[in-house]
């Protein structure tokens, strides 16, 4: 079993900056996908940010809309994956979800944090 949680969330004005952590505990796996979907009321989940990992290369990946404003990273050491996200917009408010995906398959969720970007 895998348990994330999320920090980082709040209210921010557009432009502004704001940088999530996932902490991750439980069963680490070396090749895993993690990264951060988002959901707003009454949309489908969507997928923000991901980062895939080999055991040895990490492969990230973004959605169009926050393509080159968001970075997502990895911190082996301490479990933890971020995304650095600048150039925020009032479309970005949302519920922030991380996860984490292991062979399996089988997929783990964090209990979500509120971004606000106020116009």
């Known amino acids: 079993q895998v348990q994330l949680v999320e920090s980082g969330g709040g209210l921010v004005q557009a432009g502004g900056s704001l940088r999530l952590s996932c902490a991750a505990s439980?069963?680490?796996?070396?090749?895993?996908?993690m990264g951060w979907y988002r959901q707003v009321p009454e949309k489908q989940r969507e997928l923000v940010a991901s980062?895939?990992?080999?055991?040895?290369?990490?492969?990230?990946d973004y959605s169009d809309s926050v393509k080159g404003r968001f970075t997502i990273s990895k911190e082996y050491g301490k479990n933890m994956v971020y995304l650095q996200m600048n150039s925020l917009k009032p479309e970005d408010t949302a519920v922030y979800y991380c996860?984490?995906?292991?062979?399996?398959?089988?997929?783990?969720w964090g209990q979500g944090t509120q971004v606000t970007v106020s116009s």
């Open positions: 996860f984490q995906r292991i062979p399996g398959p089988s997929t783990f």
């Open positions: 439980g069963s680490i796996f070396s090749r895993n996908t």
């Open positions: 980062i895939t990992s080999d055991g040895m290369t990490n492969y990230p």
